[in-house]
């Protein structure tokens, strides 16, 4: 296959343009990577594909507003994490539960444990956290936000983050310990 565009300048302003092989060539470039984010906030697969598609649309309406600083791929992350935030609250509004202390919330951020268990595994567990959990996880975690942005992302305090955050490694770590022990049982 013959590449075509060699500057993602160019092909972004091609596709600003309305040019629709440019715009597949963003779409075919971005979006295997676009969905693994949709897919850390959302399942099923198909519901985060739907996503991606809302995403993208979104993208290539939008493209004459993205300003060339930073990472294009940053930019279109952000639109992906928004779309899928604005999905969960509309399936239903977020439900944050109680704050904890700060102290208590802010040394867990370093905290990590290795896990020997397989990747699907692991987002299987991370699918059964409820969603406000989910969603200050996921954020914190992958996508390597500070509270305070989550906090601002989502419309809730800081402190409310790092309380979601907690109370989710907490549930991850729960379940964890259940899936090694059925391994040990069995």
């Avoid at 699907?120 to 409820?130: A, E, F, G, T, V």
């Amino acid at each position: 296959m013959i590449q075509l565009y060699t500057n993602e300048k160019k092909l972004i302003q091609k596709a600003a343009k309305g040019d629709r092989k440019a715009q597949k060539h963003l779409f075919e470039k971005h979006a295997p990577k676009m969905l693994s984010v949709c897919r850390q906030y959302i399942s099923p697969v198909e519901t985060a594909e739907e996503i991606l598609l809302n995403g993208f649309f979104k993208v290539f309406t939008k493209l004459d507003s993205f300003s060339h600083k930073g990472s294009f791929e940053g930019w279109v992350r952000r639109i992906m994490i928004r779309e899928c935030i604005d999905h969960l609250r509309k399936k239903d509004p977020f439900k944050f539960k109680d704050e904890i202390d700060e102290e208590k919330a802010g040394n867990d951020e370093k905290e990590e444990e290795e896990t020997d268990l397989a990747l699907d595994l692991i987002q299987k567990c991370i699918d059964n956290l409820p969603d406000g959990y989910k969603s200050v996880f996921v954020m914190f975690t992958l996508d390597h936000m500070k509270h305070r942005e989550i906090a601002e992302f989502l419309n809730i305090s800081e402190n409310t983050s790092k309380t979601q955050y907690r109370k989710a490694r907490l549930m991850l770590q729960e379940q964890v310990q259940q899936i090694r022990k059925q391994r040990y049982e069995a």
